[in-house]
């Protein structure tokens, strides 16, 4: 069993996911980084691990967080190996973005699937574990729109609000066995979800923002390290806004 932290990230492969693991294993986690199956994911996984050479520290988990068959199979083998878990930031999310009024069964549902019931999938083996150790730190990645609600965006601002209920009913059942759960909702950030957006729309959702840029994944990965560390052993139930002053609650 290793003496490092181990954290395990899900939606590991691009975007914040990624960058969240290369803060961890710069601070001495052991990272377990879950992204989707697939030829195409796992070679983009494979070419960052290669890229930053980090070796015996980090282990990819090849995981659909939207199939709760597999993950109740991959999971508990994969807990029951590491030992220990101490960090799970739930990252994984995807954008089926159209008008409601478009909005087709699939497009809802999917964002449903990957984005809210894969907490329960994903959380509940977790946290179980982490309340027998009497110790560990849940970090749901919402979103601003889950805040404010976003045009275009029904399903994810549901699906990202949705996040914020459960991390505070959790942080109320896990307070007792010392594990804490909060969330971080970043606003638009430099990752492929964002940058797809259409230029004119993307250009006047940055002239709304008072610090007129997107965030850097590395501002984002900064909240969940802060959120997962020591000093952050009295935060719970909280939610914590990276967006640029775009919406202030
Ligand atoms: N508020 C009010 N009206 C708006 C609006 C807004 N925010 N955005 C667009 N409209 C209006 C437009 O002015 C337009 O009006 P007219 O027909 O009178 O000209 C009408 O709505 C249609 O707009 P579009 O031309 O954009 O419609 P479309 O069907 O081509 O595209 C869309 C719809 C795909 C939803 C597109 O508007 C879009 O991509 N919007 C951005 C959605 C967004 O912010 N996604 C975030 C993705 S990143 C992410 O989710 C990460 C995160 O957590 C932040």
């Not at 070419?47 to 939207?66: H, T, Y």
Request: net charge neutral; with cysteine; glycine share 10%.
């Amino acid at each position: 069993m290793t003496d490092k932290k181990v954290a395990l990230v899900t939606g590991a492969a691009g975007g914040i996911g990624t960058e969240v693991c290369r803060l961890f294993l710069k601070n001495g986690y052991k990272v377990i980084a879950t992204h989707r199956p697939g030829k195409e994911k796992t070679e983009v996984a494979n070419n960052w691990l290669r890229e930053e050479k980090l070796d015996g520290d980090i282990q990819l988990l090849a995981l659909d967080v939207s199939d709760h068959q597999a993950v109740r199979e991959a999971l508990p083998a994969a807990l029951e190996e590491l030992g220990r878990i101490d960090v799970l930031v739930n990252n994984a999310g995807i954008t089926r973005d159209t008008t409601f009024k478009k909005m087709e069964w699939d497009q809802w549902h999917q964002v449903m699937q990957t984005n809210l019931d894969s907490l329960f999938s994903v959380t509940q083996p977790i946290f179980n574990k982490m309340c027998d150790q009497g110790s560990g730190r849940i970090i749901n990645i919402s979103s601003v729109n889950g805040l404010k609600g976003q045009y275009g965006q029904v399903n994810y601002s549901t699906a990202k609000a949705g996040m914020i209920g459960f991390t505070k009913a959790l942080a109320a059942e896990g307070a007792r066995f010392n594990v804490c759960v909060n969330a971080v909702a970043p606003g638009y950030t430099a990752t492929p979800m964002v940058t797809a957006i259409r230029e004119d729309v993307l250009d006047s959702i940055k002239a709304t923002i008072p610090l007129k840029r997107l965030a850097t994944t590395e501002e984002v990965a900064g909240a969940v390290l802060y959120l997962a560390g020591e000093t952050g052993g009295y935060i719970t139930g909280e939610t914590l806004s990276v967006n640029g002053g775009l919406y202030m609650q």
